[in-house]
């Protein structure tokens, strides 16, 4: 393992070590959901960290639809829809309600799709939301502003879990390309590990299936390599998006 992978797996480490790995463990599940619930957020917000948390420990999978700073795939959508730039911002077709703040999409997720009662760390309020800001902080830089990419002709799948550190670094190059992919939540407990089991191979994750090159793979240091490879592309970003990112203000709860 070279230094900057060492680094990165150790910082990833520590945010999920600060979070007392919240976002492994399924809890009681109600209802699940018939259309895919839509996610736009970005990895190193930690309002978005939160709502990720529910959504592992709630067993759903999501299409997320990364609006890092200085992004433009996603984030002018994002702003028609809910007619600002704040994240995370969550569509649920099936109740018909669009919701910002992570206290409100939280709640909204335990209501529709588990007992209704938000626990651990997810219900600790601004507390709550201290203990993810500053748990973040050893990945601060990571996840959080837009690189150049290609953009994949159908999204990627990703199996993971909130907690893995490993999990962590896969979303977070995703995040950074703006590519957008269907998120699958398969915590400890999960029901949907068997049907994982059976696609994949092996129960582990993070697990990434390119539906365009229909390409699998486990570790992810080979992912990320792969996804740089596949859709990175070499620009000037700051050039690019000079002018954008001077007059964009983002207001992430």
Known sequence: MNLMRAFDVTTSLMTSVGRLGNGHDVDSLGARPQKPLILYEYEACPFCRKVREALTRLDLS???????????????EAIRRGGRAQFPYLVDPNAGI??????????HLFDHYGDQKVTGLLSLGG????????AGLPRILAGRTARPSRTPS???ELYSMESSPFCRLVRERLCELEIPYRLHNVGQGSPSRDEFLKRSGKMMVPWLYDPNSEVGLFESAEIVDYLETTYGENEDLAERDEAHLSSEQDAPR
């Open 98 to 107: 669009s919701l910002y703040e992570s206290e409100a999409i939280v709640q």
């Open 154 to 156: 159908v999204a990627l």
């Open 62 to 76: 999501v299409e997320v639809r990364p609006c890092p700073r200085g992004g433009r795939r996603f984030r002018e």
């Open 127 to 134: 507390l709550g939301d201290l203990n993810s800001a500053l």
